[in-house]
């Protein structure tokens, strides 16, 4: 499992992306950022779940632009929310009882159906 702080390093770097990847199973696509912090945080289960709600969820499918947050605390315990914006209601909630995912809070922009890292906006 990787650090917070190397994650959190290693993902500064990215502003932009080379490339766009399609998940096979979703449809989704994401960054170059995303999948380097889907591949060094061993999180590919992450992009599945964001992807599962962006092709199922009518309200989150609408929208062009969302916010998505993977917020872990100290005990492990994660929460993963969907708003508009930074200051609009949740539209999608999902709790883990458990994760290996680094702590802290992981910001995620999904704009017309490509996930990317803020950095990469």
């Known amino acids: 499992m990787i650090a917070a ?3 959190k390093s290693s993902l500064s770097h990215f502003t932009g992306t080379s490339r766009y990847i399609r998940d096979p199973f ?3 696509m994401h960054t ?8 060094r945080a061993e999180a590919h289960w992450l992009l599945s ?7 199922h969820h009518p309200k989150v499918k609408e929208m062009p632009f969302q916010l998505w947050a993977l917020v872990v605390d100290e005990d492990r315990k994660a929460i993963l929310t969907c708003r508009e914006d930074c200051d609009t209601p949740v539209i999608y909630e999902q709790n883990y009882e458990y994760t290996d995912f680094p702590v802290g809070t992981w910001k995620m922009y999904l704009i017309d159906g490509v996930l990317m890292l803020p950095s990469e906006y």
């Open 5 to 7: 702080l190397d994650l």
């Open 26 to 28: 979703t449809g989704l």
């Open 32 to 39: 170059d950022g995303i999948g380097h912090l889907a591949d």
């Open 49 to 55: 779940d964001i992807g599962a709600v962006f092709g």
